[in-house]
């Protein structure tokens, strides 16, 4: 079953605004996530990861927030531009295994 | 990602038709996936594979089978094809001995069984 789920299915953010998605993992042994973006017709593309022994990452335009307490992900996308239009996907691996386990995906749609 | 590539990007076919989608990579490594997506649901697992002699089964196997032809190879075929098969199809590598799994996707297949 899911382990991994999202708060919200849609989110829909004014351009320039600051955008936030939420994850919830169940598994106390997930010791790596990652979050990836699809664009329509497009496979998963690698945005950001972070390890079970760090609580923030930061790239380009995008931080990830992990809070092992509440077993709480969320990705933040500051500036959204109209390229960030997709389907985001948290995914988790457990016990440095073979196997990711993905949520199931929050649609970002960025309006003029 | 356009060092992992599969082919053919879009199939129809008929249910009971032996079906089968091909994955090809040039980043090298090991490890391969093959992945299905369906509408409002994440990625699923279907199998995977360590290196061309190591084959297993991931979450959702039944009615698939794979042939990892090299390492840079792995297909994932359907005996005999049927409707709930309908999905996107992904292929994804990872490179071996790391302990963090990060994958890299292929562009995907769109399968329609009817």
């Known amino acids: 079953g899911e382990s991994v789920g999202l708060h919200l299915p849609t989110l829909s953010v004014q351009e320039g605004d600051n955008s936030i998605i939420n994850c919830a993992y169940s598994n106390s042994a997930s010791d790596y996530f990652i979050w990836y973006k699809q664009e329509s017709g497009k496979g998963p593309q690698f945005i950001i990861d972070?390890?079970?022994?760090?609580d923030k990452r930061q790239g380009q335009r995008v931080t990830v927030l992990l809070n092992k307490t509440v077993k709480h992900l969320s990705l933040q996308i500051a500036a959204t531009q109209p390229g960030d239009s997709a389907v985001y996907f948290c995914?988790?691996?457990?016990?440095?295994?073979?196997?990711?386990?993905f949520g199931k995906g929050t649609s970002l749609l960025v309006t003029p | 990602d356009a060092d992992v590539t599969q082919t053919p990007r879009n199939r129809i076919t008929k249910t009971g038709k032996r079906i089968m989608l091909e994955c090809s990579q040039t980043k090298g490594h090991d490890r391969m996936y093959w992945y299905r997506q369906d509408p409002g649901l994440g990625l699923r697992l279907i199998y995977y594979s360590f290196d061309v002699k190591d084959i297993n089964k991931g979450e959702i196997s039944d009615g698939y089978s794979v042939s990892r032809q090299a390492q840079a190879k792995f297909s994932l075929s359907l005996e005999s094809a049927i409707p709930n098969q309908t999905a996107l199809y992904f292929c994804?590598?990872?490179?071996?001995?790391?302990?963090?799994?990060?994958?890299?996707f292929g562009p995907g297949t769109r399968l329609t069984v009817l």
């Open positions: 995914a988790e691996n457990i016990n440095s295994g073979y196997a990711l386990n």
């Open positions: 972070i390890r079970s022994n760090m």
């Open positions: 994804a590598t990872s490179e071996t001995g790391s302990s963090y799994n990060e994958q890299f």
